[in-house]
């Protein structure tokens, strides 16, 4: 497994070709499995349900096809992108039970600051209650986006992955409904009272992957 740190940066679609290639290294069993850290400039991406009328704003950054499944994201400064890159062939074949594993992951991680991230039937990402906000029409706790899911596979190689809000400006988020979804916020570690860093997440990261994903059999 190769952990891959880029700091600065990363133009989205050097990215995806990085992907591209390391994927098919993967598959054909040229390559290890590889986990890639990185930030973004502004930019948002639709994935393969976007809806042209959740792109609010279609000409404030960027907008790239992205054939990842999930609807329309944002990327940017300050959020902490992770490209994974593993081989769900070889680690039993369970497209479901993979992302189930992501989002434990992201929660695992989480937790190392004391933050409890939930999961939404019908919401993909993560979610945190908000109980500085009042409460919603329905009279239950408000609740805030804190990470997005979207993964692609190709020959049973994932691809894409997740992004975490650690300090991105919150307002770019406006030019997107945030994966089709309308009726909740989006929010940050930062934005929570919590003085974590970049670096901080990596950590958490690092630390808590061995606690979700088996090693790969040789």
Same mark, same amino acid.
């Given at each position: 497994? #190769?952990?891959?740190?880029?700091?600065?940066?990363?133009?989205?679609?050097?990215?995806?070709?990085?992907?591209?290639?390391?994927?098919? &290294?993967?598959?054909?069993? #040229?390559?290890?499995?590889?986990?890639?850290? @990185?930030?973004?400039?502004? *930019?948002?991406? $639709?994935? =393969?349900?976007?809806?042209? #009328?959740?792109?609010?704003?279609?000409?404030?950054? !960027?907008?790239?096809?992205?054939?990842?499944?999930?609807?329309? =994201?944002?990327?940017? !400064?300050?959020? /902490?992108?992770?490209?994974?890159?593993?081989?769900?062939?070889?680690?039993?074949?369970?497209? /479901?039970?993979?992302?189930?594993? @992501?989002?434990?992951?992201?929660?695992?991680?989480?937790?190392?600051?004391?933050?409890?991230? #939930?999961?939404?039937?019908?919401?993909?990402?993560?979610?945190?209650?908000?109980?500085?906000?009042?409460?919603?029409?329905?009279?239950?706790? $408000?609740?805030?986006?804190? &990470? $997005?899911?979207?993964?692609?596979?190709?020959?049973?190689?994932?691809?894409?992955?997740?992004?975490?809000?650690?300090?991105?400006?919150?307002?770019?988020?406006?030019?997107?409904?945030?994966?089709?979804?309308?009726?909740?916020?989006?929010?940050? *570690?930062?934005?929570?009272?919590?003085?974590?860093?970049?670096?901080?997440?990596?950590? &958490?990261?690092?630390?808590?992957?061995?606690?979700?994903?088996?090693?790969?059999?040789?």
């Amino acid at each position: 497994m #190769e952990w891959k740190i880029t700091d600065g940066l990363t133009d989205y679609d050097q990215a995806v070709a990085f992907m591209e290639e390391r994927v098919a &290294a993967i598959a054909a069993g #040229e390559a290890e499995e590889c986990i890639w850290l @990185l930030e973004h400039p502004p *930019l948002y991406t $639709a994935g =393969t349900s976007a809806r042209r #009328e959740d792109l609010t704003d279609p000409d404030r950054f !960027p907008v790239y096809e992205s054939k990842r499944g999930g609807q329309y =994201t944002y990327h940017g !400064p300050g959020q /902490r992108v992770v490209y994974v890159m593993l081989d769900v062939g070889k680690r039993g074949h369970d497209v /479901r039970r993979f992302v189930q594993q @992501l989002e434990e992951w992201v929660i695992a991680a989480l937790a190392e600051f004391n933050l409890r991230g #939930e999961i939404r039937e019908g919401r993909v990402g993560v979610w945190v209650q908000r109980k500085d906000k009042p409460l919603t029409a329905a009279g239950k706790p $408000a609740e805030d986006k804190i &990470a $997005a899911i979207g993964i692609r596979l190709r020959k049973w190689v994932s691809f894409h992955g997740i992004s975490i809000n650690v300090e991105p400006d919150l307002d770019h988020f406006s030019g997107i409904v945030p994966c089709g979804i309308s009726d909740y916020g989006v929010t940050s *570690l930062v934005d929570l009272g919590l003085p974590v860093t970049m670096a901080d997440v990596d950590v &958490a990261l690092r630390k808590t992957f061995d606690q979700i994903f088996q090693p790969l059999d040789a």
